[in-house]
């Protein structure tokens, strides 16, 4: 008698195993986002404007990600260390997923709930692989 539940549970093993390696392969054969740049532009004082283009984003969090990125990776650079987000606006056309965000970028913690420490969110970014430029 055990032989017919052991023949069942192998069968049963063999009947889930397919879909398991269908998802695997799925997952690896999804390609990776292309981030294509940031271009930080001057809008006078501390407020900057970021054009961020990537493709293979998921979703627009992906592009939001990226752009709160490439935005602590310039403040860094710029030797500031707090950004706040002021706007973003995220679009996709013929693929490429597109953000056009404003930032205030600052030395001093800046008042408002949507502030950036640049270098704990640069070093969040390059444990995600996320570029900060």
Known sequence: MPRPLALLFALAGLATGPSACAKAEGQAGAAAPVYRGAEPVGLGGDLYGFLVTMEGAR?????EA?????????????NYRYAR???TKVTQEAGVW???AVYTIS???PRGLMTI???AQ???C???GIPTA
Do not use: H, M, N, Q
Not at 59 to 63: Q, R
Not at 68 to 77: D, I, N, R, S
């Open 59 to 63: 979703d627009g969090d992906e592009v």
């Open 122 to 124: 640069a070093a969040d």
């Open 66 to 78: 990226y752009v709160t990125c490439a935005v602590a990776g310039f403040a860094l650079e710029k």
């Open 85 to 87: 987000r002021v706007r």
């Open 117 to 119: 420490d640049a270098a």
């Open 107 to 109: 030395p001093t913690e």
């Open 126 to 128: 390059a444990e995600r």
């Open 98 to 100: 597109i953000a056009d």
